[in-house]
Structure formats: C-alpha cells, structure tokens
T-cell receptor, first 114, second 115 residues
Framework: AQSVTQLDSQVPVFEEAPVELRCNYS??????LFWYVQYPNQGLQLLLK??????LVKGINGFEAEFNKSQTSFHLRKPSVHISDTAEYFC????????????FGSGTRLLVRP | ETGVTQSPTHLIKTRGQQVTLRCSSQ?????VSWYQQALGQGPQFIFQ???????GRGNFPPRFSGLQFPNYSSELNVNALELDDSALYLC??????????????FGSGTRLTVV
C-alpha cells in the first residue's frame, strides 16, 4: 500500500534563510507527487506537482521540489523564506493506476521567525 | 473561473444526528473527492465520484455516503454522527480525461463539530 512520510512535524527557520521540507513515499507503482500548503482555517492550496518529465519542479511563491525515484523522495525547498510562508505543508502522492486518490503525509509546520 | 466552494463553513451537530455537506466543483471539472482532516493530521481520503458514480473509497464506514449531480456539484452525508467525526471536511474537484488526472483544486472546507 502506498504511504507518505514527512519526518519533520515542525521546522523553525529564520526569515530569509533557506529551507527544505522532507517527503518520502512508498508505492509499488508509478505515482504523481504533490505539495500543498494550508494556512490557518483554510483549505489546501497546490504549490507544485510532478506528473512526468523533468525531475525538478518549480511552483508558486518561489518553491521548488525535486523528484528522486531511487530514493523515493520529493523534498520541497525554498532558497529564502518570508514570514508569510508560515503554514502547514503537506506532501501527497497519487497512484497512476487507481482512482487517483491523494494519500497525504501528516504535514510539516513551517515556522518562520523574524 | 470559479474555484471550489463548500457550505456551510462551520457546523455544530449532536451525536447521533445526520449531516449533509455541500460542494460546488470548479467549472469544467468532472471529478470530485472528499477528505476528512482531523485536528493536527493530514487529510484522509473518504471517496471520489466521477460522472455521478463512486469510483474509489477510503477506509470509512457506510454511514459516510455521497452524491454527485449532473452539474458535478456534490454532497457528503454522514449518518449517526460520532464525536470522532469532528473534523475539517474538504472537497476537491479535478478534471480526469483518458485516465489522466490533471490535479485537484480544494475548497476551504467545512468545520464540523460533534458534541
């Protein structure tokens, strides 16, 4: 069965510093990969997605992620964070041969400090 | 283009009651999914509808049921509410063509509290 692991429940970082949020997945078939952001009391907003092609994916708000098939990882990075990036970040996978349901990780809270 | 809208935004129900949550899909999307997000956790897949038929279900009991209408709007019904049903319920719509899913757009959710 597919699963998603986000090992870091919370990542504190100072403003303008770089950040990496880790995501590992397990699946027996090919997958699509996603990162979503959730601000307090709101739904999920898509940051970026990997469907095929280049393994380096660029998303909104300066975020990017790299798909590593051999390590089954899809880590999210940003070279310089802002206070407004403080939010909960969810990694998700969707198997290509199923109903395309999303399986989410438990989330990582990014806390940006001034 | 309009996004995904959900109603109501907040709801308080008593244990044992029934509840209906509503979702209006993004224009042009033919697939709708529902997720339950308990406090401090990631969303859990409940079920998905494609062209008015359920085509996938997560590990939720039958008292969780749904409908998708011809205009691709959707309802989530939960019978015999339990305290553990308290959560944020998220609706997501997407476009699926030729077994390719082009990604989900989520609504802001309905916060259900069962007392």
């Amino acid at each position: 069965a597919q699963s998603v692991t986000q090992l870091d429940s919370q990542v504190p970082v100072f403003e303008e510093a770089p950040v990496e949020l880790r995501c590992n997945y397990s699946s027996s078939v090919s997958v699509y990969l996603f990162w979503y952001v959730q601000y307090p009391n709101q739904g999920l907003q898509l940051l970026l997605k990997y469907l095929s092609g280049s393994t380096l994916v660029k998303g909104i708000n300066g975020f990017e992620a790299e798909f590593n098939k051999s390590q089954t990882s899809f880590h999210l990075r940003k070279p310089s964070v802002h206070i407004s990036d403080t939010a909960e970040y969810f990694c998700a996978v969707s198997e290509m041969d199923s109903s395309y349901k999303l399986i989410f990780g438990s989330g990582t809270r990014l806390l940006v400090r001034p | 283009e309009t996004g995904v809208t959900q109603s109501p935004t907040h709801l308080i129900k008593t244990r044992g009651q029934q509840v209906t949550l509503r979702c209006s899909s993004q224009s042009g999307h033919n697939t709708v999914s529902w997720y339950q997000q308990a406090l401090g956790q990631g969303p859990q897949f409940i079920f998905q509808y494609y062209r008015e038929e359920e085509n996938g279900r997560g590990n939720f009991p039958p008292r969780f049921s749904g409908l998708q209408f011809p205009n691709y709007s959707s309802e989530l019904n939960v019978n015999a509410l339990e305290l553990d049903d308290s959560a944020l319920y998220l609706c997501a719509s997407s476009l699926s063509l030729n077994r390719i899913n082009y990604g989900y757009t989520f609504g802001s959710g309905t916060r259900l509290t069962v007392v």
